[in-house]
Every structure is written in C-alpha cells, then in structure tokens.
C-alpha cells in the first residue's frame, strides 16, 4: 500500500485535476459532525478521508460541528467527537468551527434571498406543506402564501425571529420548484421557529437554519475546496448549488459524494447506537462491544488498525458491506507486530509438580516476541505448584490430544517437560487438581531429543495475578442488522463472557503502559482502566485467528 493515507480514487483524480488546471493551488476539506451522538466506525472513513487527504496534500482539514438541531445536540458529544479524532491520529489545529458560529451570516443570507424573491414564509402546517409537497410520482402543489411580497417576507421573518410566533406555526422556504423531479427542490424549508437552548449561542436565537441551507454556505464562509460526504446527499447537490449561485459569496465549494461505510454485524447509525444505550443493553457508548470509536478505542484496537482498515477499504462510489473479519484482520496485523507476548491463564486449572521442592522459586527466560527480538526477553517464576488451563487437560483423551492426560507428557511453554500422573475430582466428579511430575533435564524445553508435541502455558500459583477478564463476540448475530425489522431482535445474547478468576503471569498488571498483549495461545488483551471492578479488568481486543470468516463466507 502506499505511504499516503488516501489511495488514489475518484476523489483525489478530482483534487489533482483542480491543482494542475489551476482551479485550486491547494485544498481545505472539513469534516462535519452532528454533536447529536458519539462517532462510529462509519464516521472513522470519513475523518481517515478528510484529515487524511489535508495531510497527504500538505493542506488543511476544518472540524466543523454542525449544530443546527439544538434538542439533540450536547457537549458531551462535542467533546467526545474531538477526543476520538485525536486518538485516531489527526488535528484540526486552530481550525474547530462550529454552524452556529455563523447564525448571523446564515440569517444575512436568507433575507438576501427574500429580496431577491427566492424565498418566502409560509404559514401553512407542517402536514400540509408535507401533504403539499407530493411524491415521486405526484408533482407538488404551490402553497397559497408563495407570493407573498418581498416586504411582507422581510417583516414576517424578522417577526419569526424576534419571537412573535409560537414555535412551528411558519417557516422560511427557499422559492425554487414545486414540480422539480427532486424533491429536494420543491421550495425546501430553509428555517424553522424552535425554542430551544443551544450549546453555543444560547437562547440568542428561537428560529434555526436547517441543514441543506446551512452546510454549503459554512463550506463557502471557510472556503472548503472539496466538500466530500456520503452518497445520500447526492440528491441534495443541486440544493448546495442552488443557494451558493444565489446568494452573494464568492466561493463555491464542490460537492461530491462517495459510499458509506457499513461493516457486517454492525450499526452504523448514531440514532440506533443511542437506543442500545438508552435501553442498558450495553455499558454505554463506549462498551467494548460498540462499533463507536470510543468502543473500539476501550476494546483495544489500535488507532493505527482502524486507518489501516479505511485504507483498505478505500473510496468509490459503490455501496457495499464490508465484512466484519477485514476490521478485525487490520487489528490483528497491528497486533501481531506491536503486542508482547505473556502467558494468561484464563480458566485455571492447579497443577502441583510432585517432585519438585516445596520451596523452590526458579526465574525462567521467555522472549517477548518470538519474531522480534527487540522486544527482549523477561524473566518469568516458576515453583511446584502452577495454574493451566483447564482445556488443556481431557480424561478420555485420544491419542491426536496432545495436551494433559494422565501419562501424557507436555512442554512447559518457557520451562520444563511435565507428565500427568493423576487427576484429583472433587464430590461432584469435577477436575480440581492435577498431580504431575517434571523432567528436570528438559528446562528450556530442550531435553534428550524425545518428541513432546504439545506446549501449553502456565503461571506459578505463588506468583500469580487474578484479573478479570471479559471475551466477547459480535454484538448482532445477524450480519445486517439494520435490515432486521426491529434491530434489538438481532442482539446476540452471548456477546460477553466474563472470566471473573483469569491468572496472569506477574508484572503485567501493575504496568502503567497502554499496550496490549497477546496472551499466548489465547487472544489479544488490553487492560481496561476506565472500568474496573475490584480486580484489574482485560478485554479481549480480537482473537488471533478468525472463527467467523467461514461462517460469513457459508452463510
Ligand atoms: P448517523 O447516521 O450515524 O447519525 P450522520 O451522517 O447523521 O451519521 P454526521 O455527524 O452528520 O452523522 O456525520 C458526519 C460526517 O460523517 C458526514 O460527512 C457523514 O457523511 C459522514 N458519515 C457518517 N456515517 C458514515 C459512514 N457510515 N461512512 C462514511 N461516512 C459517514
Ligand atoms: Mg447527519
């Protein structure tokens, strides 16, 4: 893959066209959110796209918030909007603007239209100017206060703006084309009366812009180059263009439109990902089973995967799902280079070495990569009594089991060859103990040659430290579960999985460092310090190899 954040695609043969024929000597792009929710996997294409591009071009990307639905829009949501475009690698620099910076000028504009008889209040009810509107099939109908003078316009919108009329009972429309073939055009509603409270400018105003007005105008007041967004807009492009050739500013943005990301077994809509917290059916916004950026951000993954992974993806104007698997192949890859190697014991199974010395405490090497020596080796302690795992042992086993089963002999990943002599039940018939014995010729793991297929991890029991820890599986068990009649009926009810009594080999705990680890032959981990119980928790970031692949492909 090249260097660059954005492979070339339509988008940048666009950019490159308009920097040699002269149209542009460089580009501004923006992202714009809605403060209305917490981002997602989605909003992850278009940050990577925006900011990516103003750094491969040496430019710059404006964060603009497009607050214009004040009853939806918080702080909260600000704020976590900024922390996860950061994490993900990218700075506006001083560039952070909001819509609502630009109310007045967006006022200034509209009154512009009026005297040029391209806009009007119309008293008519929010039904009937939708029943008015018509269809695909049926042309709009005028609504009686379309002609209303440009002097009775200006006074009625001034009087809806200074708080003469109840909230609904009119609005301002842009005088376009009520038989336009898109719907957009049938003098859209440009302003609408709404006493609300709004983050920013307070109760300084009681009617607001709405969307299509809006957005291409703050594109045009920051001179946005390429004014890049999903393909659900393309529709509206003739409304962008409409308003910029009618009012009086000199820049003209140029929209263009490419293909949302949708990633199989994920939502990616803001207002569903708000019913899954409003409902508690996750440990909010950021659980790690979300496809938010927060989610994924407390799962593990690293912020380098989730470019990767858009990189991958790439830019077209196709719709497509992109398979879960690809996301989590990119954090894998990621991992595999970046994550230490240690041994972590999810459910634990006690080991007592017979004839090894009761108090006997050896300090064994184990490298922390096997591929990458620079991670360097570590000292791991190893005593008489040990934890394995408990599928690492079987009664009946057969003879491809080449784990503990009495007389079968293992290595000790980092340490010596063990042989299970006996299996100790409790009343109930469970294995709570197994007795073996080791080879004290084989540490290391090298003794006389003999062949001992299997290598298991381990901790000493003396030395180990219990955490939680918490697997998890997809959030949805159908792979479009937007397409479910009701999306909460394809929640899958054993997307968690805690491991309250997990052991993990020393210093791994205490470690003040944001890393994750692959615990070996297991999964990769990464501690989860914003929400701990009363032992240190880790999450399972992504398991090594891909259970789902062959699922997906079959079904
Ligand atoms: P949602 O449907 O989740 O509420 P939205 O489009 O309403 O998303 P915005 O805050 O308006 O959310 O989105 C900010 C930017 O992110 C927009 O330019 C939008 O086109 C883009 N975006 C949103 N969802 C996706 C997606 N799935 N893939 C790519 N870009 C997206
Ligand atoms: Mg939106």
């Known amino acids: 893959m090249s260097d660059k954040n954005v492979t070339e695609n339509f988008i940048t043969q666009i950019i490159d066209a308009d920097i040699a024929n002269g149209k542009h000597s460089n580009i501004v792009t923006r992202f714009p959110p809605e403060p209305n929710g917490y981002l997602h996997v989605g909003h992850a294409k278009s940050i990577c796209l925006n900011f990516g591009l103003a750094q491969d071009y040496q430019a710059i990307c404006h964060l603009r918030f497009d607050d214009t639905n004040p009853e939806k829009e918080s702080n909260e949501y600000a704020e976590s909007i900024k922390a996860d475009i950061q994490w993900l690698g990218f700075d ?3 560039n952070n603007f909001h819509a609502s910076d630009y109310f007045e000028q967006l006022y200034g504009y509209a009154e512009q239209l009026i005297e040029k008889g391209l806009a009007y209040v119309d008293d008519q009810t929010p039904e ?3 029943e008015n509107r018509g269809d695909f099939t049926t042309p709009g109908i005028n609504s009686p206060y379309r002609d209303r003078s440009v002097d009775e316009n200006l006074t009625e919108f001034r009087a809806m703006r200074s ?3 109840a909230d609904g009972s009119k609005v301002l429309r842009a005088k376009i084309d009520m038989q336009s073939g898109n719907i957009n055009m049938r003098d859209p509603v440009i302003y609408r009366i709404k006493r609300m409270h709004h983050i920013n400018t307070g109760d300084a105003w009681c009617i607001y812009p709405m969307y299509d007005f809006t957005h291409c105008i703050s594109d045009a007041i920051e001179g946005i180059t390429h004014s890049l967004c999903t393909l659900e807009f393309e529709d509206h492009r003739p409304l962008y263009d409409w308003v910029l050739d009618n009012i009086d500013i000199d820049c003209h943005p140029q929209q263009i439109e490419f293909s949302r990301l949708n990633v199989s077994y994920t939502i990616t809509s803001k207002r569903k990902l708000n019913q899954l917290v409003e409902n508690q059916l996750v440990d909010g916004w950021d659980d790690p089973r979300m496809s938010t950026i927060s989610g994924m951000r407390r799962r593990g993954y690293p912020p380098e995967a989730i470019r ?8 077209s104007k196709k719709e497509s799902v992109i398979s879960m698997t690809v996301l989590e192949d990119a954090v894998r890859n990621v991992l595999n280079k970046t994550a ?3 041994m972590g014991v999810l459910k634990p199974l006690k080991v007592v070495i017979e004839n090894y010395p009761e108090d006997k405490v050896e300090m064994l090497t184990g490298s922390n990569h ?6 360097g080796l570590r000292e791991i302690p190893f005593s008489r009594e040990i934890y394995v795992e408990q599928d690492d042992y ?10 503990l089963t009495e007389g079968r002999e293992v290595r000790l990943r980092h340490a010596y060859y063990i042989t299970c002599r006996e299996a100790i039940k409790d009343a109930e018939g469970n294995v709570v103990e197994l007795r073996c014995t080791y080879d004290p010729e084989s540490r290391g793991g090298t003794a006389d040659g003999r062949k001992v297929k299997g290598t298991i991890h381990w901790i000493s029991a003396a030395h180990a430290e219990p955490v939680e820890v918490r697997l998890y599986d997809r959030l949805f068990n159908h792979p479009k579960p937007a397409a479910v009649e009701n999306f909460l009926d394809s929640i899958n009810p054993d997307s968690l999985e805690i491991l309250p009594n997990a052991m993990l080999e020393p210093g791994i705990v205490d470690q003040d460092k944001d890393v994750a680890y692959q615990f070996e032959r297991n ?4 501690r989860d310090k914003t929400h701990e119980t009363d032992r240190p928790v880790f999450n399972q970031v992504v398991t090594m190899r891909d259970s789902w692949a062959k699922l997906e492909q079959e079904g």
């Open 92 to 94: 506006w620099g001083e």
């Open 128 to 130: 009937q100017i939708r």
């Open 163 to 165: 708080g003469e009329y």
């Open 308 to 315: 990767n992974f858009v990189k991958e993806v790439g830019i």
């Open 340 to 342: 230490p190697r240690v």
């Open 370 to 375: 096997p591929q990458d020596e620079s991670f």
């Open 394 to 403: 079987k009664e009946n086993a057969n003879r491809k089991f080449f784990r």
């Open 523 to 526: 999964a990769y981990f990464k």
